[in-house]
């Protein structure tokens, strides 16, 4: 059975910061693709980023490009995104999932991110 179990959410100021993990089970995870995405309040899912298996190519969003990274312990099978220079439009649920690309497939459920002053 697939397990996908995601931590690190919080409410953070804008500029700051936060690392997720997503700690994952049931499957062959150091020959997967993984990815992020979420959810804001109101919006349809979007999504995030994702690497390849092995870890040497990563893809972002435009909208987290240059404050997201997406990086992977296989050692671990745990997925981790560390976010930067957050602002108040990164809120919402975010979910680590199987793939590359896109928003469907399999996925956790959920850590919230909320940024706020």
């Known amino acids: 059975e697939v397990q996908l179990v995601e931590s690190g959410g919080g409410l953070v100021q804008p500029g700051g910061s936060l690392r997720l993990s997503c700690a994952s089970s049931?499957?062959?995870?150091?020959?997967?693709?993984m990815k992020w995405i979420r959810q804001a309040p109101g919006k349809e899912l979007e999504y995030v980023s994702s690497?390849?298996?092995?870890?040497?190519?990563?893809y972002y969003a435009d909208a987290v490009k240059g404050r997201f990274t997406i990086s992977r312990d296989d050692a671990e099978n745990t997925l981790y995104l560390q976010m930067t220079s957050l602002i108040t439009e990164d809120t919402a649920v975010y979910y680590c999932?199987?793939?590359?690309?896109?928003?469907?497939?399999?996925r956790g459920q959920g850590t919230q991110v909320t940024v706020s002053s």
């Open positions: 999932g199987i793939g590359l690309v896109g928003t469907a497939g399999p």
């Open positions: 690497i390849n298996s092995g870890g040497l190519t990563t």
């Open positions: 049931g499957f062959d995870f150091i020959s997967t693709y």
